[in-house]
């Protein structure tokens, strides 16, 4: 395993410790590899080299783990008037991608991963338009402790996106398969910024603190008359 970041090889010592991986140039970490996990704050993707992906092989799988939030990103008029927002990613890299892991607090990627088969364990809504690379992320999903759904070409991948009722709110995979299809489009930017209010209260450095709180508060906030 291969991971890069814009900021030096010196604050990824704690991660390559814990995961044995080796810290490279971005160039190489695209390189000689299956999968390729983008977790990136949405306004530096246009930033990422023009000819990232030249020695990419076209049919290495491309995650996207970003979300859209305008008070971070800016306003990005693209997304503003409609446009899903992996599929701005997707044009941006000008590379296919699948939708995944954006749809879970760190905490609960760190800590509540369960093996397979318990009942409580949570499942991740996973979307994009080639079956081999869809399967490909569900292993690694299932891999890390967590169930996964299938949810459709990246068109429907906006019913992942912050605001819906499946977005961090750690869903069992009977309650994902429920709420995915509740999801309302006109109601996510609304229901994205009011929850967006809670982490601004807390202090960043202290996440480990707060984070189930925070899918309590985004349980209120994006299941409002679906699931409660």
């Known amino acids: 395993m291969k991971v890069t ?10 991660l390559i410790q814990e995961t044995g991986a080796s810290a490279v140039p971005l160039t190489d970490a695209v390189t000689d590899v299956d999968v390729i996990v983008i977790s990136i704050p ?6 990422l080299p023009q000819d990232l992906f030249k020695n990419t092989p076209a049919d290495t799988t491309i995650v996207d783990t970003s979300n859209y939030y305008p008070l971070r990103d800016g306003r990005i008029e693209e997304i503003e008037q409609g446009m899903i927002e992996s599929i701005w990613v997707s ?3 000008q590379r296919p991608v699948i939708k995944a892991y954006n749809s879970i607090l760190a905490g609960s990627l760190l800590y509540a991963g369960l093996p397979k088969g318990t009942a409580s364990r949570i499942a991740l809504p ?4 080639d079956k081999k690379s869809i399967d490909l992320v569900s292993g690694l999903i299932n891999d890390s402790g967590f169930d996964s759904l299938d949810v459709g070409s990246l068109h429907y991948s906006w019913r992942q996106q912050p605001g819906s009722p499946v977005y961090c709110t750690d869903l069992t995979l009977t309650q ?4 995915i299809g509740k999801a309302k489009r006109e109601l996510l930017p609304g229901r994205r910024d009011t929850a967006l209010n809670f982490i601004l209260k807390q202090k960043p450095g202290q996440w480990m603190v707060w984070w189930k709180d925070c899918v309590k508060n985004n349980r209120i906030i994006f299941e409002t008359d679906t699931y409660i």
């Open 5 to 14: 970041n814009s900021s030096g090889p010196e604050k990824l010592k704690d």
């Open 91 to 93: 044009n941006q890299l």
């Open 176 to 179: 994902l398969k429920e709420l």
């Open 126 to 129: 996973v979307a994009g338009d």
């Open 42 to 47: 949405l306004k530096e993707i246009p930033k």
